[in-house]
Structure formats: C-alpha cells, structure tokens
C-alpha cells in the first residue's frame, strides 16, 4: 500500500540538524509539533535491530521546550500537572502528565527545573505554549513564558554512555537517570540529561543556539565510527515493545492519566487546574486503561486509524500502535481495552486492515 506524499512548506519547520538528517538518508518524515521528525532511515526493522546493538544520534528538535521563568513560574508548572513537583531539585527531570481543567490528557513531556525560578517543559506534540500562556495571564502570573531556542538531540543505543564520554567527557557517566547537568563541549556548557524516547538507555543534549547544531553532530559522528554510530529516530517496534506511549496516537484529551496507565505520577494533593474534575472521574471508577497485547498473525501493518478490538463478539476497546516484533516473533501492541477484558491473559479479537486477528492481553510491557 503507498501512501500519498508530505508537502513540505515554510509552516513545517526545519530543525539545526535536517541537513544533516538528509546527508544520512533519511527515507521518512512525519510532523510534531510543527516541525520534521525522522520516521526511518534504512527500514524499520533494520534501524531497530541496530538500535538494539549499536547507537544512534536523533534528531528531536521538535520536542519544543516551554521556558517558564519569573517568580510564580514554580506555582505555574505545578497548575500544569497532578504530579506533585514541591521536592523537584535543580537539575532533575520528571515525567509530568499534563491535564486540562477537566483532567484530560494535554501532554506528557519532561520537566527539568533549572533554577528555582526557571524550568524547561520539553513537550510532546501538542501546542502546549498556548495553554500555559492562557493560564498565566488568566491567573495573573509573574511569568515570562517563551519558547527558547533549544533543540534537543538523542544519543540512544547501549554504547549511548562511550559515545557521550568521548564528546562531553566522562562525567557523562555519572548522570544519573532523569537528572542532567551542564557539561562543556568547545567552550560552551549545555545541558545533558539521561534520559530519551527508547528503552536502550542514553541522553538527551538540549543544544542551545541553533549554530551549535552541526558541530555536536559531527563532533559525534567523529567521535563514535567505530561504535558504528548512526543517524536514527524513534523506532515503532521498539517503543511499542516498552509500551512508551505515543501523545495523539496512544492517548489524546479524551483520557485521563489513571486510563494511561500514569495513576502513580497523579498525587492527590497536587495543586493542578484538573485536579478536582480528576478526583471525581477516579470516583466514577476507571472503565478503560492502556494495554500491551500480542497479535496473532503475519506481520500487521501501521495503524493509521485505531483498531476496533472485540472481546466476546462486543466492542471492547482499540489498538492504537503495533509492528511486527523480530525478537518476540509476535505483532506487538498498544490498546485502550475496557476493564472486562483487560486482564492479564484475555484473548480479544482485532478488526486490522488485513482482516480479524486474534490477541492476547499482557500483564505489562514485553520489556
């Protein structure tokens, strides 16, 4: 099946790294946050077996960072989310759920506190801006929120720790995870955080100022050839596999965290705008919540529109990933599936464009 080609305008915006991005032989894109993010450079399966083996350099410059600093810019970032954020230290980073006034699902980005007075909201792909500029000057707040000129770039693969060390120096080693710290790369300090959108362990370098785009890519590169260092990109399979959500494909404002599977990052003294319409959805009792499942069956294809799963005959929830997996031999997926056939074990029916599939529900990721 072929699918129609993505025109590419001034309104997608290029990152620090494209050029580079395309003299590697990037094949696909897709649109987050209103800029290019790789999909694939030489297929799926293959980008995923080496990201398994090896390292890779990602270009994520479209996790857009919300600055909000100023006075009330800790009281604000805790309006954002039901995580409680009052022992955040400067330098760590938190998975932070962000609700709406109805406890529905914003975004899901990292938090970094930088100062006391100042945080970095690396954000998912929703325009979360506009909403933390509404509730600023709704409530009052004094804060100035823009969207700095930071560009995050990913090193993820199992040699992520060599690689890193070679650029920054071995004190990239002693980065705990989800902490960060400035480290000097040719008389600059920028922030690296252990942290990124894999399993396969590695960080995230928030490069500050678009000029310094290429040189940390080359000096990576340069670095890295016999770690056989590679340009790559978040991988379906492996994601999936880890059961790393996906904002707008997995979940979208009409969940709430607790359907997520996020309940422990909710406190219930947290101070967030959602947090009274929160309690009294958790008060209804939870009626659908994510899932991994194995699909039975040839290799599936990718789910642009969710799939409807069937648990004895009725609707039973939706598939929202899935990718043939080469090291389980199993279609992996991620699903929304109602409380009764969500257990552990279930076997539900799959509605796929190649026709019904049977399924399994797992206890939890496969790995």
Same mark, same amino acid.
């Given at each position: 099946?072929?699918?129609?080609?993505?025109?590419?305008?001034?309104?997608?915006?290029?990152?620090?790294?494209?050029?580079?991005?395309?003299?590697? *032989?990037?094949?696909?894109?897709?649109?987050?946050?209103?800029?290019?993010?790789?999909?694939?450079?030489? %297929?799926?399966?293959?980008?995923?077996?080496?990201?398994?083996?090896?390292?890779?350099?990602?270009?994520?410059?479209?996790?857009?960072?919300?600055?909000?600093?100023?006075?009330?810019?800790?009281?604000?970032?805790?309006?954002?989310?039901?995580?409680?954020?009052?022992?955040?230290?400067?330098?760590?980073?938190?998975?932070?759920?962000?609700?709406d006034e109805e406890g529905g699902?914003?975004?899901?980005?990292?938090?970094? $506190?930088?100062?006391?007075?100042?945080?970095?909201?690396?954000?998912?792909?929703?325009?979360?801006?506009?909403?933390? $500029?509404?509730?600023?000057?709704?409530?009052?707040?004094?804060?100035?929120? /823009?969207?700095? =000129?930071? %560009?995050?770039?990913?090193?993820?693969?199992?040699?992520? =720790?060599?690689?890193?060390?070679?650029?920054? *120096?071995?004190?990239?080693?002693?980065?705990?995870?989800?902490?960060?710290?400035?480290?000097?790369?040719?008389?600059? =300090?920028?922030?690296?955080?252990?942290s990124g959108y894999s399993k396969?362990?590695?960080?995230?370098?928030?490069?500050?100022?678009?000029?310094?785009?290429?040189?940390?890519?080359?000096?990576?590169?340069?670095? *890295?050839? =016999?770690?056989?260092?590679?340009?790559?990109?978040?991988?379906?399979?492996?994601?999936?596999?880890?059961?790393?959500?996906?904002?707008?494909?997995?979940?979208?404002? @009409?969940?709430?965290?607790? @359907?997520?599977?996020? @309940? $422990?990052?909710?406190?219930?003294?947290?101070?967030?705008? *959602?947090?009274?319409?929160?309690?009294?959805?958790?008060?209804?009792?939870?009626?659908?919540?994510?899932?991994?499942?194995?699909?039975?069956?040839?290799?599936?294809?990718?789910?642009?529109?969710?799939?409807?799963?069937?648990?004895?005959?009725?609707?039973?929830?939706?598939?929202?990933?899935?990718?043939?997996?080469?090291?389980?031999?199993?279609?992996?997926?991620?699903?929304?599936?109602?409380?009764?056939?969500?257990?552990?074990?279930? !076997?539900?029916?799959?509605?796929?464009? !190649?026709?019904?599939?049977?399924? /399994?529900?797992?206890?939890?990721?496969?790995?």
């Amino acid at each position: 099946m072929s699918f129609p080609v993505l025109s590419v305008s001034r309104r997608t915006r290029r990152t620090p790294f494209t050029n580079l991005v395309e003299a590697a *032989g990037v094949k696909g894109y897709t649109v987050y946050n209103h800029m290019l993010l790789p999909t694939f450079f030489d %297929s799926v399966e293959a980008d995923y077996r080496h990201l398994k083996s090896n390292v890779q350099v990602w270009d994520v410059a479209c996790e857009r960072q919300v600055e909000i600093q100023g006075p009330d810019a800790a009281k604000l970032v805790q309006m954002l989310t039901p995580r409680a954020l009052s022992r955040i230290k400067i330098g760590q980073c938190l998975y932070t759920p962000m609700v709406d006034e109805e406890g529905g699902m914003l975004n899901d980005p990292l938090t970094i $506190k930088l100062a006391d007075d100042r945080y970095w909201v690396s954000i998912a792909d929703s325009d979360l801006l506009l909403w933390v $500029k509404g509730l600023a000057l709704g409530f009052g707040l004094a804060v100035q929120i /823009t969207e700095p =000129d930071v %560009s995050p770039l990913a090193v993820q693969g199992p040699k992520a =720790d060599d690689l890193a060390a070679r650029v920054f *120096g071995d004190a990239v080693r002693n980065i705990r995870f989800f902490r960060s710290a400035w480290l000097p790369f040719q008389g600059q =300090d920028f922030l690296v955080a252990r942290s990124g959108y894999s399993k396969q362990g590695g960080f995230e370098i928030y490069v500050e100022g678009a000029e310094w785009g290429e040189p940390i890519w080359d000096a990576l590169f340069a670095a *890295g050839g =016999d770690l056989d260092v590679r340009a790559g990109c978040p991988n379906l399979i492996e994601r999936t596999e880890a059961a790393l959500l996906s904002y707008g494909n997995d979940m979208t404002r @009409e969940h709430t965290p607790d @359907e997520c599977g996020l @309940e $422990k990052f909710c406190d219930a003294a947290s101070a967030c705008v *959602g947090h009274a319409a929160l309690q009294a959805r958790r008060a209804d009792g939870l009626g659908r919540q994510i899932r991994s499942l194995a699909i039975d069956g040839d290799p599936v294809p990718t789910v642009t529109q969710p799939w409807p799963i069937f648990g004895a005959g009725k609707p039973a929830g939706q598939v929202t990933s899935a990718a043939w997996s080469p090291d389980f031999q199993t279609n992996v997926g991620i699903g929304m599936i109602d409380r009764a056939h969500w257990h552990a074990g279930a !076997a539900v029916e799959i509605e796929t464009p !190649a026709g019904m599939r049977t399924a /399994t529900i797992k206890a939890g990721p496969f790995i």
